[in-house]
T-cell receptor, first 108, second 118 residues
């Protein structure tokens, strides 16, 4: 089976930096995704990590440590539009399995 | 990026009726599509994997006779919720993968279907 854990909710201030952590326990790991989802909409792809290390893409960065079963999504220069849920998901048996998601609230 | 279109975006139906949701890959061929269900403030739960030309693979706890999946072509998969009940009200999302191995690329999501059973 697989367990994917991430905080339920987080709050940060506009212009600041926030890190959303994700831990997972799964056999047959083949990569990890981060998605952004606004209420009532489909998820939007943010990043994909399959090797250890940091992947940077603009204001968003994602880190993976396979030995620790750990990933984080780092969001810089937060904007109000970043208020959304952030979903950590792992690839297992060629399927994407999602964690429960972290609702991020941005304060002005 | 690749486009996946889901139809309808929202539907209201009476309890006991059936509802069909379509998922189309518009600019690529998708040998595999995935169907998810999402209840309010919860994450996406994988229901089934839809394979073109073969039977769908259902996740544990998902009733295959209630959620009928048909993947008749490389660009279309349908999910039919049969004998719908109010507890089936949810957000249903499909996704399609463009390459044979999911680990090489992201899966593309449809815009979702909000089903309300009254």
């Amino acid at each position: 089976g697989q367990n994917i854990d991430q905080p339920t909710e987080m709050t940060a201030t506009e212009g600041a930096i926030v890190q959303i952590n994700c831990t997972y326990q799964t056999s047959g790991f083949n990569g990890l995704f981060w998605y952004q989802q606004h209420a009532g909409e489909a998820p939007t792809f943010l990043s994909y990590n399959v090797l250890d290390g940091l992947e940077e893409k603009g204001r968003f960065s994602s880190f993976l440590s396979r030995s620790k079963g750990y990933s984080y999504l780092l969001l810089k220069e937060l904007q109000m539009k970043d208020s959304a849920s952030y979903l950590c998901a792992v690839i297992k048996d060629d399927k994407i399995i999602f964690g429960k998601g972290t609702r991020l609230h941005i304060l002005p | 990026g690749a486009v996946v279109s889901q139809h309808p975006s929202w539907v209201i139906c009476k309890s006991g009726t059936s509802v069909k949701i379509e998922c189309r890959s518009l600019d690529f061929q998708a040998t595999t599509m995935f169907w998810y269900r999402q209840f309010p403030k919860q994450s996406l739960m994988l229901m089934a994997t839809s394979n073109e030309g073969s039977k769908a693979t259902y996740e544990q706890g998902v009733e295959k006779d209630k959620f009928l999946i048909n993947h008749a072509s490389l660009t279309l998969s349908t999910l039919t919720v049969t004998s719908a009940h109010p507890e089936d009200s949810s957000f249903y999302i499909c996704s399609a993968k463009r390459t044979p191995r999911l680990s090489n690329t992201e899966a593309f999501f449809g815009q979702g279907t909000r089903l309300t059973v009254v």
